[in-house]
């Protein structure tokens, strides 16, 4: 029964306790540089590229940091979260999603919550450096990507254990939320973040949609319903939701996975804390924090976040 009921994570003052400031500092305003990576651009089979960033400590363990949407493997949860573990002696791969490196991808699809190829490239190519451990710690999109792979894919026996931070778990429910209040400040910032990237590829690809429908876009429903689903293949916006979403295969995951969601996180619906599942099977646990935010978790005095320290904790126990 691997419901974690009693969360180590508190605030480190009242003023954290606001979900908004967490969120808000870690994401915008904590300074933090990435390693001295190194960087090998992987060509895809289907004739695109990803661009990964890394450095070699271990020979024996490594760990792959999977970024959020409109991120980047320089995001803060990331450099903090490699700096950990490199201290700790792990290797780490920190990749980033098509068109997230600062150059466009080759073809018309870009990236989204299930996009589990492009993950079973970049954990391949981790493989062929001969670890023996390889674990795998996704933030937001990241952790749905993981969680989303896991459940799919035929897995090596190398991978031991994952952790999904602040993820989606019900992509609806995590859309609809984003309307509401103040969280409609993260909504904006997304949307005119994707609409120009977007823009980029109605010029590389004009008769690859009707583009003229995404000039004016102001919600995930419509990013969703004319971009995400044609692109990749999905029926509409709803089967995208649908199929995306973790929700839909992590009854199929075989290795300890923990999912850490803050209770508070702005990005988070009710449908993304799976209570009554996590209860019920055997590798999927669920740790709910009261406060921390969305891929925030500050710690007092610390140039770390919690939910690095638990990752290293939950792979320590589960190798």
């Known amino acids: 029964m691997p419901l974690i009921l009693n969360s180590h994570y508190r605030a480190p003052s009242v003023f954290y306790k606001n979900p908004h400031i967490s969120t808000i500092y870690i994401g915008r305003f904590k300074k933090t540089t990435p390693p001295a990576y190194e960087s090998e651009r992987l060509e895809l089979s289907d004739g695109d590229f990803l661009d990964i960033d890394f450095q070699l400590k271990s020979k024996d363990k490594a760990v792959v940091l999977c970024h959020g949407l409109e991120g980047a493997s320089n995001r803060t949860y990331n450099n903090t979260s490699a700096h950990y573990f490199l201290e700790r002696d792990f290797s780490v791969f920190a990749w980033n999603n098509r068109s997230c490196s600062g ?6 699809k870009l990236y989204h919550h299930g996009a589990i190829d492009d993950v079973e490239e970049v954990i391949h190519f981790v493989l062929k450096k001969g670890f023996k451990e390889i674990y795998l710690l996704g933030f937001s999109m990241g952790g749905a990507q993981i969680m989303n792979y896991l ?19 019900q992509l609806k429910s995590s859309a609809e939320t984003l309307k509401k209040g103040f969280n409609r400040v993260y909504l904006k910032n997304f949307t005119h973040k994707i609409s120009k990237k977007l823009a980029s590829k109605s010029e590389q690809f004009p008769e690859a949609l009707d583009w003229t429908r995404l000039k004016s876009i102001k919600t995930f429903d419509e990013i969703d319903e004319y971009s995400t689903a044609p692109i990749h293949g999905f029926k509409n916006g709803e089967d995208y939701y649908e199929k995306a979403s973790p929700g839909f295969v992590m009854e199929k995951i075989q290795i300890p ?29 669920l740790e709910m924090p009261e406060h921390g935010g969305h891929c925030a978790f500050p710690m ?3 140039p770390f976040s919690f939910s690095e320290i638990r990752a290293m904790e939950f792979f320590s126990l589960h190798k």
């Not at 803050?262 to 209860?279: I, M, N, R, T």
Request: charged content about 25%; overall charge neutral; proline content about 7%.
């Open 103 to 108: 150059e466009l991808n080759r073809l018309p």
């Open 151 to 169: 459940g799919a894919k035929k897995i090596d026996t190398r991978i031991k254990s994952a952790v999904a931070v602040s993820t989606p778990i």
């Open 257 to 285: 996975t923990l999912i850490l969601n803050a209770l508070d996180d702005p990005f988070l619906g009710q449908e993304c804390y799976p209570v009554s599942f996590a209860k019920e099977h055997e590798f999927v646990y």
């Open 300 to 302: 007092k005095n610390s």
